[in-house]
């Protein structure tokens, strides 16, 4: 970079703009997520005290991208013109982006805390914000809910440098690196690991199939070896009718625990071939931790990191649209969001934790016969865009077990709306991907894509299914009829609510007492 960087004429500048402005497993033990306990700190760290110290640590990345990124900068910030104003604005966004991915590199192999935020919040100068911005910013949680799978991207391009989740799949061919080994390796073992929880799950409820069985075999065997003496001799009487039809069913028992004690074994045998196998990639890959002789920085595999980056610029650019703001720097001008509007990590989670309490189901997928909890990853996208989208809802080479991917804006009108939008979005996928070909015909998607053919709407699907999901949860969820009588019923049977809050619903209108009734009646029909 060059040495004779104008860092003093940027910092100025901001200055007198103040005073005019004021891994893991994917599978959950969990039914929900924790309560979110604290938003934000009581003390604000202070590295946004020194804005030309920050804005001069980001640009000692990328020599040939700071170089052109700070001449355009200095343009755009000493220009009083607006039409010039706007103009450096869009020329900003291509050299902004290629400085972006040098960062991500450089903080993947040695990350600071200049690089962390500029990444986190797409902040390249604090003097952009007003001081009562960039102490609010300095009060956000900073490493909270580790545990879930919510990332902001500082945190998410570690991971993928570090090969403990894998890169984003796109259309493009993956690109060849050193680290694709350690890449696929990673990837055979989270696909195993998703595979022994999914077994575990499913061995359980074996096992307390089994159980049931055992205790009714117990009970029954215990009635049918009762008898009473017969008044003729002293010698028991022969069975009652009861007994006999204990008998009967014994044998059906003895057939069904030996069909459980079956499946039981083959379960028992794929989690040993597993863990087998998991043992010994988890032995290659400490052996090649081990052989790098410079530690954690040599590991980093930059090319995924770079091929990463390609799939957050798209993913920025869809929450955004083609109406939307696309400019990539947080400024002042364009921030509008509140400490509790704002897409933090602990107000996205609030959000998903309020969805989920609502649409119960939204976050499970069959495995074997088996439900199982499986939240999305969730990358938080320093943008300002107004939707959140699914990049995949799931990944291809491990569809039992492994998480999907939504992106959520940070700084939208709505974070509420914004989460829907990546939730609407992934339940759709998720449900038309495991309705596979005949996702047009059955379930969700197919009942739904019937009633819009029927309706000959125009344009895609999808799109009116994410506006009238939004309505399901937000206003028919309170009992405000928003949606069409078809729609409603899909809704109803293929996103069901909780049923507490189907009791109450029912007891509200004639609309959900006659839905409430469907459901009893299918229950009857599927009893017998």
């Given at each position: 970079?060059?040495?004779?960087?104008?860092?003093?004429?940027?910092?100025?500048?901001?200055?007198?703009?103040?005073?005019?402005?004021?891994?893991?497993?994917?599978?959950?033990?969990?039914?929900?997520?924790?309560?979110?306990?604290?938003?934000?700190?009581?003390?604000?760290?202070?590295?946004?005290?020194?804005?030309?110290?920050?804005?001069?640590?980001?640009?000692?990345?990328?020599?040939?991208?700071?170089?052109?990124?700070?001449?355009?900068?200095?343009?755009?910030?000493?220009?009083?013109?607006?039409?010039?104003?706007?103009?450096?604005?869009?020329?900003?966004?291509?050299?902004?982006?290629?400085?972006?991915?040098?960062?991500?590199?450089?903080?993947?192999?040695?990350?600071?805390?200049?690089?962390?935020?500029?990444?986190?919040?797409?902040?390249?100068?604090?003097?952009?914000?007003?001081?009562?911005?960039?102490?609010?910013?300095?009060?956000?949680?900073?490493?909270?809910?580790?545990?879930?799978?919510?990332?902001?991207?500082?945190?998410?391009?570690?991971?993928?440098?570090?090969?403990?989740?894998?890169?984003?799949?796109?259309?493009?061919?993956?690109?060849?690196?050193?680290?694709?080994?350690?890449?696929?390796?990673?990837?055979?073992?989270?696909?195993?690991?998703?595979?022994?929880?999914?077994?575990?799950?499913?061995?359980?409820?074996?096992?307390?199939?089994?159980?049931?069985?055992?205790?009714?075999?117990?009970?029954?065997?215990?009635?049918?070896?009762?008898?009473?003496?017969?008044?003729?001799?002293?010698?028991?009487?022969?069975?009652?009718?009861?007994?006999?039809?204990?008998?009967?069913?014994?044998?059906?028992?003895?057939?069904?625990?030996?069909?459980?004690?079956?499946?039981?074994?083959?379960?028992?045998?794929?989690?040993?071939?597993?863990?087998?196998?998991?043992?010994?990639?988890?032995?290659?890959?400490?052996?090649?931790?081990?052989?790098?002789?410079?530690?954690?920085?040599?590991?980093?595999?930059?090319?995924?990191?770079?091929?990463?980056?390609?799939?957050?610029?798209?993913?920025?650019?869809?929450?955004?649209?083609?109406?939307?703001?696309?400019?990539?720097?947080?400024?002042?001008?364009?921030?509008?969001?509140?400490?509790?509007?704002?897409?933090?990590?602990?107000?996205?989670?609030?959000?998903?934790?309020?969805?989920?309490?609502?649409?119960?189901?939204?976050?499970?997928?069959?495995?074997?016969?088996?439900?199982?909890?499986?939240?999305?990853?969730?990358?938080?996208?320093?943008?300002?865009?107004?939707?959140?989208?699914?990049?995949?809802?799931?990944?291809?080479?491990?569809?039992?077990?492994?998480?999907?991917?939504?992106?959520?804006?940070?700084?939208?009108?709505?974070?509420?709306?914004?989460?829907?939008?990546?939730?609407?979005?992934?339940?759709?996928?998720?449900?038309?991907?495991?309705?596979?070909?005949?996702?047009?015909?059955?379930?969700?998607?197919?009942?739904?894509?019937?009633?819009?053919?029927?309706?000959?709407?125009?344009?895609?699907?999808?799109?009116?299914?994410?506006?009238?999901?939004?309505?399901?949860?937000?206003?028919?969820?309170?009992?405000?009829?928003?949606?069409?009588?078809?729609?409603?019923?899909?809704?109803?049977?293929?996103?069901?609510?909780p049923q507490t809050l189907k009791d109450k619903l029912k007891n509200r209108n004639l609309i959900y007492q006659e839905l409430?009734?469907?459901?009893?009646?299918?229950?009857?029909?599927?009893?017998?």
């Amino acid at each position: 970079m060059s040495d004779d960087f104008d860092f003093d004429d940027i910092l100025n500048n901001f200055d007198s703009q103040d005073t005019k402005e004021a891994e893991h497993s994917n599978l959950s033990t969990d039914n929900s997520f924790p309560p979110v306990e604290k938003k934000f700190e009581k003390e604000k760290h202070h590295a946004f005290e020194t804005p030309a110290e920050h804005y001069k640590a980001i640009m000692s990345e990328g020599k040939k991208t700071s170089a052109r990124l700070h001449n355009l900068f200095q343009k755009y910030t000493q220009t009083k013109d607006p039409k010039d104003k706007t103009l450096y604005r869009m020329q900003l966004i291509n050299p902004f982006w290629e400085h972006f991915c040098a960062v991500a590199k450089g903080f993947a192999s040695n990350p600071t805390d200049a690089k962390k935020y500029f990444l986190r919040f797409a902040l390249l100068h604090p003097g952009l914000l007003s001081k009562e911005n960039r102490d609010f910013f300095a009060t956000i949680v900073d490493g909270s809910f580790q545990d879930q799978p919510v990332h902001y991207l500082d945190e998410w391009f570690r991971l993928v440098a570090l090969n403990k989740v894998n890169a984003s799949t796109t259309d493009e061919a993956p690109v060849r690196s050193k680290g694709n080994d350690s890449a696929r390796m990673q990837a055979s073992l989270d696909k195993l690991t998703g595979k022994i929880e999914g077994n575990k799950s499913i061995l359980s409820g074996k096992c307390a199939e089994r159980d049931t069985f055992e205790k009714s075999l117990l009970s029954i065997t215990k009635n049918i070896t009762r008898h009473n003496e017969s008044d003729i001799v002293p010698f028991p009487e022969s069975y009652t009718e009861e007994q006999k039809n204990g008998v009967i069913e014994l044998q059906e028992i003895i057939k069904s625990l030996q069909k459980a004690d079956r499946e039981i074994a083959g379960l028992y045998k794929e989690l040993a071939s597993a863990m087998e196998e998991t043992q010994e990639i988890m032995s290659k890959l400490e052996q090649e931790n081990a052989n790098s002789a410079e530690g954690e920085s040599s590991s980093v595999d930059l090319a995924a990191v770079e091929t990463e980056f390609g799939s957050i610029r798209q993913m920025a650019k869809m929450t955004v649209g083609r109406q939307g703001n696309a400019f990539p720097i947080l400024v002042n001008d364009f921030y509008r969001c509140q400490p509790n509007t704002m897409g933090t990590k602990e107000n996205v989670i609030s959000i998903l934790s309020w969805i989920e309490s609502i649409d119960s189901a939204v976050y499970w997928r069959p495995y074997k016969n088996t439900q199982n909890r499986i939240v999305p990853y969730v990358v938080l996208i320093p943008s300002y865009g107004d939707f959140g989208i699914c990049w995949e809802p799931y990944d291809k080479r491990n569809k039992a077990t492994s998480r999907g991917r939504i992106a959520v804006p940070m700084y939208p009108k709505n974070i509420t709306i914004a989460v829907l939008t990546a939730v609407a979005d992934f339940r759709w996928q998720v449900a038309k991907e495991i309705a596979s070909y005949y996702w047009m015909d059955e379930g969700l998607t197919g009942n739904y894509y019937q009633w819009f053919q029927a309706q000959k709407l125009k344009g895609d699907v999808k799109n009116f299914f994410i506006q009238d999901y939004i309505l399901w949860l937000t206003k028919e969820s309170e009992g405000t009829q928003k949606l069409p009588k078809e729609v409603r019923n899909t809704f109803w049977r293929y996103l069901p609510f909780p049923q507490t809050l189907k009791d109450k619903l029912k007891n509200r209108n004639l609309i959900y007492q006659e839905l409430y009734q469907k459901d009893l009646n299918r229950a009857k029909s599927d009893s017998f």
